[in-house]
C-alpha cells in the first residue's frame, strides 16, 4: 500500500513534466511591398496560468504598430495567441529570428522566417514627401515574382515595345470603397536620352490625391533596356460613383543636349522639337459601403490593422481644474479625410474639445495617426468614470464593419484648495467663535459724592442729555458703516475695471468678473457651478438679459481657458469690452 501511494505521489509530482507546450510563429505573406503590412502570428499551446508573453527577436527590418491577445482555456490548459501587426522599413530579403518561449524552467523557439520586401515608396521622419531610391531590375521572366502593382505597371509597359519614349499608369485597386486607401503607380520609360522633360501630375475627379515618393528602376522588355522614372501617389476615393484619373504626361527633348554650358547661360536654341508623351486615362468605380449594420462609432475610415487607444492626463485632480481626455486612431491611409471623434457628455464634467491633429506615422507612407482632445473640467469632487470610447470601421477584407474599444477611465477629484478672494463676515450665526459672556462690567460706588450745588454734580439727573449724546453716536456709527459698504462696493467697481485694463489673457478677464462679483455681492465662482451663479445673481435683482449675457461671456471664456487653443488678440478684446458692459450693468442694478 505505501509503494502504491509513493508512486502515485511521483506521477503526481511529474504531471508538469508531461506538458507538450507547442510554440509556432506563422505569417500572413513572405513576399510583400514596402507600403504593405505584415501580420505576424505566435502561438503558445499546453501552458497553463496567466498569460506569458513570447520574447520577440530583435527587427531591425520592422515597425511594429499593434499588438493583440487571444487567450482559451480547455481542461487546465490555456492557448495564448499573439499577433503583431509590423510594416517593413527596408527593401530586399530579412528575416525575422527566433521567437523564445520561457516555461518551468525550458526554453522553446520557433524556426526562422525569411521575408523578401520589394520596393514600394519611401517616407521621411516626420512628414511625407518625395524621395529616390533605386528599384532592382525587372527581367523579361520575373514579373510573377512582383507584388500586384508593379506587376501591373511592368505588364502594361510591353504593350509599347519598341517605343523609345512612354508612360504608364496603373492602381492598386480598381473599385475601392469611399475613402479606402489605394495606391497611383505612374512609370515614365525610355530607352534612349533625353533632356528638359517636366512633368505633369494627371488631374482627378471625385479622389483625393496625395504624392506618396518616387523611384527608378530598369526593365527589359522584348531585349531593350528601359530605364525608367516612377511617381507614386495615395488616393481614396470621395463618394460613391465614377472617378477619372486623367492622363499624366512627360514633356521632354529627345537626344542629348545639343548646347555647351556657355550657350545656356546666354540663350542659345536647342535643335531637338519637343515631345509628349501620356499615359492613357483610367475610370474607377467608388463602391458605397452599406448602411446595414453601420455603427453610431463609425467615422468613414475604411481598411485594415487599425488600433486604438484612450488615456486620461492627469487622472487625479481639484474641482474647477481642468484635465485632458486623449483618444489615438492609428491605421492605414490617410486618416485626415475621416470625421471626428465624438465624445460623450458626462454629468458633472465640463467638455471643451479641440481640433484634432493627424500626420502620417514615422518611416511610413502608408499608415498614419489621428488625435483627439478633449479638456475635462469637474465641477465637484468625487470620483467620475469616463465610459469606454468607441471607433468603428469598415473591413473590406470580410466587408463588416468592426469596433474597437477603449479601457474605461476613472477621474478622483478632491475638493478645490483655492479659498474666495474676499474674507467672510457674513457668517454670524452660530456663536463658535470661542467668545462666550460670562459677566458685565463692575459698577463703581461712590462713597463721597460732589457738593449738589455744582453742575457737573447735576449731569447725571440729566437724562435727555445722555439720550442726545448716545442717539448722535449710534448715527454717526450707522452712517460710517453704511459709508463703508457703499465704499467697499464701489472699490470692486473700479478694482475690476483696472484688472480688465490690464487683462492679457482670458484667465484675467474671468478673475476680474469674479472679483467684482465675490467683493461686491459674496459671490465666489470658485466654488459654485455657473447655473448657481446665475441664480445668485438673479436673487440680486440682476435682469434676465443681463445674467444671459454673463452665461454667453462665461461659457466663452471657459471654453477659452481651458481648450488648447492659441488666444487672438481681437478675440481678447471683444472679450474684454463684453466684460465691461456687464461690470456697468451690474453696477446700475438696485
Same mark, same amino acid.
Given at each position: 500500500?505505501?509503494?502504491?501511494?509513493?508512486?502515485?505521489?511521483?506521477?503526481?509530482?511529474?504531471?508538469?513534466?508531461?506538458?507538450?507546450?507547442?510554440?509556432?510563429?506563422?505569417?500572413?505573406?513572405?513576399?510583400?511591398?514596402?507600403?504593405?503590412?505584415?501580420?505576424?502570428?505566435?502561438?503558445?499551446?499546453?501552458?497553463?496560468?496567466?498569460?506569458?508573453?513570447?520574447?520577440?527577436?530583435?527587427?531591425?527590418?520592422?515597425?511594429?504598430?499593434?499588438?493583440?491577445?487571444?487567450?482559451?482555456?480547455?481542461?487546465?490548459?490555456?492557448?495564448?495567441?499573439?499577433?503583431?501587426?509590423?510594416?517593413?522599413?527596408?527593401?530586399?530579403?530579412?528575416?525575422?529570428?527566433?521567437?523564445?518561449?520561457?516555461?518551468?524552467?525550458?526554453?522553446?523557439?520557433?524556426?526562422?522566417?525569411?521575408?523578401?520586401?520589394?520596393?514600394?515608396?519611401?517616407?521621411?521622419?516626420?512628414?511625407?514627401?518625395?524621395?529616390?531610391?533605386?528599384?532592382?531590375?525587372?527581367?523579361?521572366?520575373?514579373?510573377?515574382?512582383?507584388?500586384?502593382?508593379?506587376?501591373?505597371?511592368?505588364?502594361?509597359?510591353?504593350?509599347?515595345?519598341?517605343?523609345?519614349?512612354?508612360?504608364?499608369?496603373?492602381?492598386?485597386?480598381?473599385?475601392?470603397?469611399?475613402?479606402?486607401?489605394?495606391?497611383?503607380?505612374?512609370?515614365?520609360?525610355?530607352?534612349?536620352?533625353?533632356?528638359?522633360?517636366?512633368?505633369?501630375?494627371?488631374?482627378?475627379?471625385?479622389?483625393?490625391?496625395?504624392?506618396?515618393?518616387?523611384?527608378?528602376?530598369?526593365?527589359?522588355?522584348?531585349?531593350?533596356?528601359?530605364?525608367?522614372?516612377?511617381?507614386?501617389?495615395?488616393?481614396?476615393?470621395?463618394?460613391?460613383?465614377?472617378?477619372?484619373?486623367?492622363?499624366?504626361?512627360?514633356?521632354?527633348?529627345?537626344?542629348?543636349?545639343?548646347?555647351?554650358?556657355?550657350?545656356?547661360?546666354?540663350?542659345?536654341?536647342?535643335?531637338?522639337?519637343?515631345?509628349?508623351?501620356?499615359?492613357?486615362?483610367?475610370?474607377?468605380?467608388?463602391?458605397?459601403?452599406?448602411?446595414?449594420?453601420?455603427?453610431?462609432?463609425?467615422?468613414?475610415?475604411?481598411?485594415?490593422?487599425?488600433?486604438?487607444?484612450?488615456? =486620461? %492626463?492627469?487622472?487625479? /485632480? $481639484?474641482? *474647477?481644474?481642468?484635465?485632458?481626455? #486623449?483618444?489615438?486612431?492609428?491605421?492605414?491611409?490617410? @486618416?485626415?479625410?475621416?470625421?471626428?471623434?465624438?465624445?460623450?457628455?458626462?454629468?458633472?464634467?465640463?467638455?471643451?474639445?479641440?481640433?484634432?491633429?493627424?500626420?502620417?506615422?514615422?518611416?511610413?507612407?502608408?499608415?498614419?495617426?489621428?488625435?483627439?482632445?478633449?479638456?475635462?473640467?469637474?465641477?465637484?469632487?468625487?470620483?467620475?468614470?469616463?465610459?469606454?470610447?468607441?471607433?468603428?470601421?469598415?473591413?473590406?477584407?470580410?466587408?463588416?464593419?468592426?469596433?474597437?474599444?477603449?479601457?474605461?477611465?476613472?477621474?478622483?477629484?478632491?475638493?478645490?484648495?483655492?479659498?474666495?478672494?474676499? =474674507? %467672510?463676515?457674513?457668517? /454670524? $450665526?452660530? *456663536?463658535?467663535?470661542?467668545?462666550? #459672556?460670562?459677566?458685565?462690567?463692575?459698577?463703581?460706588? @461712590?462713597?463721597?459724592?460732589?457738593?449738589?450745588?455744582?453742575?457737573?454734580?447735576?449731569?447725571?439727573?440729566?437724562?435727555?442729555?445722555?439720550?442726545?449724546?448716545?442717539?448722535?453716536?449710534?448715527?454717526?456709527?450707522?452712517?460710517?458703516?453704511?459709508?463703508?459698504?457703499?465704499?467697499?462696493?464701489?472699490?470692486?467697481?473700479?478694482?475690476?475695471?483696472?484688472?480688465?485694463?490690464?487683462?492679457?489673457?482670458?484667465?484675467?478677464?474671468?478673475?476680474?468678473?469674479?472679483?467684482?462679483?465675490?467683493?461686491?455681492?459674496?459671490?465666489?465662482?470658485?466654488?459654485?457651478?455657473?447655473?448657481?451663479?446665475?441664480?445668485?445673481?438673479?436673487?440680486?435683482?440682476?435682469?434676465?438679459?443681463?445674467?444671459?449675457?454673463?452665461?454667453?461671456?462665461?461659457?466663452? @471664456?471657459?471654453?477659452?481657458?481651458?481648450?488648447?487653443?492659441?488666444?487672438?488678440?481681437?478675440?481678447?478684446?471683444?472679450?474684454?469690452?463684453?466684460?465691461?458692459?456687464?461690470?456697468?450693468?451690474?453696477?446700475?442694478?438696485?
Amino acid at each position: 500500500m505505501r509503494k502504491l501511494t509513493l508512486l502515485f505521489i511521483c506521477l503526481i509530482l511529474s504531471l508538469p513534466s508531461w506538458a507538450q507546450i507547442k510554440l509556432s510563429a506563422t505569417t500572413d505573406k513572405t513576399d510583400l511591398a514596402l507600403d504593405d503590412e505584415l501580420t505576424l502570428t505566435v502561438q503558445v499551446s499546453g501552458a497553463n496560468g496567466n498569460i506569458v508573453m513570447p520574447q520577440l527577436p530583435s527587427l531591425p527590418a520592422f515597425n511594429v504598430y499593434s499588438r493583440e491577445v487571444a487567450q482559451s482555456t480547455i481542461n487546465g490548459r490555456t492557448t495564448s495567441q499573439f499577433k503583431y501587426i509590423m510594416v517593413p522599413r527596408f527593401v530586399g530579403k530579412t528575416t525575422i529570428g527566433e521567437i523564445t518561449f520561457n516555461y518551468q524552467g525550458q526554453t522553446y523557439r520557433t524556426q526562422p522566417i525569411e521575408v523578401r520586401v520589394y520596393r514600394g515608396n519611401t517616407a521621411p521622419t516626420s512628414t511625407p514627401s518625395v524621395t529616390t531610391t533605386q528599384r532592382p531590375t525587372q527581367a523579361d521572366t520575373d514579373l510573377s515574382q512582383l507584388p500586384p502593382l508593379e506587376r501591373e505597371l511592368a505588364t502594361r509597359a510591353y504593350a509599347h515595345h519598341g517605343q523609345p519614349y512612354f508612360v504608364v499608369a496603373a492602381v492598386s485597386n480598381k473599385k475601392p470603397y469611399v475613402n479606402e486607401p489605394f495606391t497611383l503607380g505612374v512609370r515614365f520609360y525610355y530607352s534612349k536620352p533625353f533632356y528638359d522633360a517636366p512633368y505633369q501630375n494627371p488631374p482627378l475627379s471625385n479622389l483625393f490625391m496625395e504624392e506618396a515618393g518616387d523611384a527608378q528602376g530598369q526593365q527589359t522588355i522584348n531585349g531593350i533596356i528601359y530605364r525608367y522614372e516612377e511617381k507614386r501617389y495615395r488616393l481614396a476615393g470621395v463618394s460613391a460613383g465614377q472617378a477619372t484619373i486623367g492622363s499624366a504626361s512627360v514633356s521632354f527633348r529627345p537626344g542629348s543636349s545639343p548646347l555647351s554650358l556657355l550657350d545656356r547661360v546666354f540663350g542659345g536654341a536647342a535643335i531637338e522639337p519637343e515631345q509628349t508623351v501620356s499615359s492613357t486615362p483610367m475610370k474607377l468605380r467608388i463602391e458605397p459601403l452599406p448602411t446595414q449594420g453601420k455603427p453610431t462609432s463609425f467615422y468613414g475610415a475604411v481598411g485594415t490593422g487599425y488600433a486604438f487607444i484612450a488615456k =486620461l %492626463d492627469p487622472t487625479h /485632480t $481639484e474641482a *474647477g481644474e481642468a484635465v485632458t481626455l #486623449t483618444a489615438t486612431v492609428q491605421g492605414p491611409g490617410n @486618416l485626415k479625410t475621416t470625421t471626428d471623434l465624438q465624445f460623450p457628455q458626462i454629468e458633472g464634467l465640463a467638455s471643451y474639445p479641440a481640433a484634432p491633429t493627424s500626420n502620417y506615422l514615422p518611416n511610413s507612407t502608408s499608415r498614419s495617426y489621428k488625435i483627439f482632445k478633449t479638456v475635462l473640467v469637474p465641477a465637484a469632487s468625487g470620483t467620475y468614470t469616463i465610459p469606454a470610447l468607441h471607433w468603428s470601421y469598415y473591413d473590406p477584407q470580410s466587408a463588416t464593419y468592426k469596433t474597437l474599444t477603449s479601457k474605461p477611465l476613472e477621474l478622483t477629484v478632491s475638493p478645490s484648495s483655492h479659498t474666495a478672494n474676499q =474674507l %467672510d463676515f457674513g457668517q /454670524t $450665526e452660530g *456663536g463658535n467663535n470661542g467668545v462666550q #459672556t460670562i459677566g458685565q462690567d463692575i459698577r463703581y460706588l @461712590l462713597n463721597d459724592p460732589t457738593p449738589g450745588s455744582s453742575w457737573l454734580a447735576k449731569l447725571p439727573d440729566w437724562k435727555w442729555l445722555h439720550a442726545l449724546a448716545g442717539g448722535w453716536l449710534i448715527l454717526c456709527l450707522f452712517i460710517a458703516l453704511i459709508g463703508k459698504k457703499t465704499a467697499a462696493k464701489r472699490h470692486a467697481y473700479v478694482q475690476a475695471r483696472a484688472q480688465l485694463k490690464k487683462a492679457t489673457t482670458y484667465e484675467h478677464i474671468a478673475d476680474a468678473l469674479s472679483t467684482y462679483l465675490s467683493t461686491k455681492w459674496k459671490i465666489s465662482t470658485s466654488s459654485l457651478p455657473l447655473r448657481a451663479i446665475v441664480e445668485a445673481l438673479a436673487h440680486k435683482g440682476v435682469k434676465t438679459e443681463v445674467c444671459n449675457r454673463f452665461t454667453n461671456l462665461w461659457e466663452k @471664456l471657459e471654453s477659452a481657458r481651458f481648450a488648447p487653443t492659441q488666444a487672438d488678440t481681437q478675440t481678447l478684446a471683444q472679450f474684454t469690452e463684453q466684460a465691461r458692459a456687464l461690470l456697468k450693468a451690474w453696477e446700475e442694478t438696485k
